[in-house]
């Protein structure tokens, strides 16, 4: 009972600290502790956002910062599965480009802009590579992480009956690795979101989200709008996690935080 009550509180919950985080800011502003032009009401950031929603050039940005998202990140999981499972299945490889990975994994995405804009220019080609970059790290290594957690038995089992490598892979290391995959890619999903925001919004130019932040920035009186597009953002990952969340909790019912979560509300 207390499993079920606790997960229907939880949604309540956010939505009180949300409106808590709210009336802060509305209070902040209106009371003049902060000069409106840095920090409008929040009442006004809202009422602005919801306009925003009726400018068709604003959604045309909001539709293509979106699209190099889906690209950068369907990129980063067709090179990080496979190149997951073939390190997860090859000791000798994983040991020989190991060294690579971990030069590799540390670099900032941002810091690597001037070379791909050199590279592949300043056009779409560059977001989606950075994209791509920095989000094929959570799912090479969620992938790696969940081959390795895959049962042994199941698999010497298969072994014994003559079973193939492939086989073995295709019927019991891909499925069990299948959950962690997911959680890389809701990972990735976040980190790809603010790569896409943050090329546009260092690039200045072109069409994106982050072109229309960085062009309020620098207008004059132009916070309002600025916090309008940060309010968007926040509002397409909260959106995109709660998707790939819904998700995960349908396509992999057996995982075991999922049963722990019914086997509390069975028990209620």
């Known amino acids: 009972m207390n499993g079920r009550a606790g997960r229907r509180r939880e949604p309540w919950l956010g939505l009180v600290g949300v409106l808590i985080a ?24 809202i ?7 009726g400018d068709r050039a604003f959604l045309n940005g909001v539709g293509a910062t979106l699209r190099a998202w889906a ?8 090179i990080a599965v496979p190149l997951g499972l073939l390190l997860g299945s090859l000791p000798v490889v994983d040991s020989a480009v190991r060294v690579i ?12 802009i001037p070379l791909v804009s050199l590279l592949l220019g300043t056009g779409t080609e560059t977001e989606v590579a950075l994209i791509a970059y920095a989000s094929v790290w959570p799912v090479l290594f969620n992938t790696v ?11 010497d089992t298969l072994r014994a009956f003559g079973f193939g490598r492939l086989s073995v892979l295709l019927r019991v290391e891909l499925p069990g690795t299948a959950p962690f995959i997911a959680a890389g890619v809701r990972i990735s999903a976040a980190v790809a979101l603010v790569l896409a925001v943050a090329t546009e919004l260092l690039s200045g130019f ?23 597009g940060v309010v968007w953002a926040g509002t397409l990952g909260l959106a995109v996690n709660g998707v790939l ?7 992999f019912p057996w995982t075991p935080e999922r049963q722990a979560t019914t086997g ?3 028990g209620a």
């Open 101 to 112: 990975v971990e030069f590799l994994r540390p670099l900032p995405s941002v810091a690597l």
């Open 22 to 45: 709210f009336g802060i800011c509305e209070v902040v502003g209106r009371v003049g502790l902060v000069r409106r032009s840095y920090l409008p009401p929040a009442s006004e950031v």
């Open 145 to 155: 992480y969940g081959l390795g957690e895959t049962d042994p038995l199941t698999k």
């Open 206 to 228: 072109g069409e994106g989200l982050g072109v229309f932040i960085a062009q309020a920035g620098l207008a004059t009186d132009g916070t309002r709008d600025v916090l309008a």
């Open 245 to 251: 969340v819904w998700g995960e909790h349908r396509l």
């Open 264 to 266: 509390r509300g069975v």
């Open 71 to 78: 690209l950068g990140l369907g990129l980063a999981v067709a």
């Open 47 to 53: 009422v602005r956002a919801v306009e925003l929603a």
